[in-house]
């Protein structure tokens, strides 16, 4: 008889403490996310000093509400999976630290796991994924298209040049005195207008699957500049759909254009901007329209938590991989496969 496979998930890279165990892959047993976001919310972003501290205090209790509500003890537990990178390096320690302590005090591997692989296996909690697969990752840190062969396969095929899409959100966010973080208040204010400024696309050169939102970014606050200089004030809502509609367009258009070349069974969508209600409607209108099944995981699994890192984890635990004592925080960490 096949034993189930149940991996604890840890998540510290940036703001929200999480611990998960997921069942066989794809079953969730217990999900707690401790977010900091009211406390980072009174300095505009995140502090990573403070980010540190809020993980310290948290990891612990994180930890012991995710076995009592999974009801589960460690001796259950296959292994360990922690978050190795990218994010902040202080961050990923705690989290790290927490894992290496756990994995050591009940005799368990521990597995580091790519941030970005996390959001991408978040669907595999939705749903089997079907390759060859098209992800579009989309977060306060990453804009990326990743073309998937199999389990554990990443090609990068496009990537920001600059700004991630989370990023230009938040930094919109704040020239239009929205609070952090900016993306979902810029969509409900999009979603509210009854017009939209027009602002630019960056669509690259014709072949390329890469973003720019820096350009866009600069347009809005030009566009603010102009109407103060002219004594007149900026209508929030306005902006936010003009910004909105130009960072959807462009995302739309790539990850078509790529699902085509590619010639992908499956389009998945990842990260807190795949959150956006605006982009969620335009990828399944376009996608129902082409006939390639789309899917996007529900929002709270779309932002950071440790459900996308032990759903990841047990894909790389099935692998063979496993990490070792030595691991460190690695805040650059490139998206490898482990499937080549
Ligand atoms: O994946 P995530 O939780 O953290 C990172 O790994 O970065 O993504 C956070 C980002 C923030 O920039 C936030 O503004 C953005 O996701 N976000 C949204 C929405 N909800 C969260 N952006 C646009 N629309 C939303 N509804
Ligand atoms: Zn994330």
Known sequence: MNKDLYILGIETSCDETAASIVKNGHEIVSNVVASQIQSQKRFGGVVPEIASRHHVEQITLVLEEALREAGLTPAD?????????????????????????????????IIGVHHIAGHVYANQLMQPMEFPLLALIVSGGHTELVVMKEHGHFELIGETRDDAAGEAYDKVARVLGLPYPGGPHIDRLAL?????????????????????????????????????????????????????????????????????????????????????????????????????????????????????????????????????????????????????
């Not at 499956?266 to 376009?286: F, Y």
């Not at 047990?314 to 490139?334: K, L």
């Open 77 to 109: 537990l296959d292994a360990v999976a922690v978050t190795e990178g990218p994010g902040l390096v202080g961050a990923l320690l705690i989290g790290i630290n927490a894992a290496k302590a756990f994995a050591f005090a009940n005799s368990l591997p």
């Open 192 to 340: 509210e207008s009854d017009r939209a400024v027009e602002f630019p696309r960056a669509w690259l050169e014709p072949d390329s699957y890469d973003f720019s939102f820096s350009g866009l970014k600069s347009a809005v606050i030009n566009y603010r500049h102009n109407l103060e200089q002219r004594g007149e004030t900026i209508d929030p809502h306005h902006v936010a759909a003009g910004f909105q509609e130009s960072v959807v367009e462009v995302l739309t258009a790539k990850t078509l254009k790529a699902a085509r070349q590619y010639k992908v069974k499956q389009v998945i969508a990842a990260g807190g901007v795949a959150a956006n209600k605006g982009l969620r409607s335009s990828l399944e209108a376009t996608f129902e329209k082409e006939g390639i099944p789309f899917y996007v995981p529900p929002i709270s699994l779309c932002t950071d938590n440790a459900a996308m890192i032990a759903a990841a984890g047990s894909s790389m635990f099935e692998a063979g991989v496993r990490g070792n004592m030595e691991m460190n925080g690695r805040p650059g960490m490139p998206l490898t496969s482990w499937n080549s």
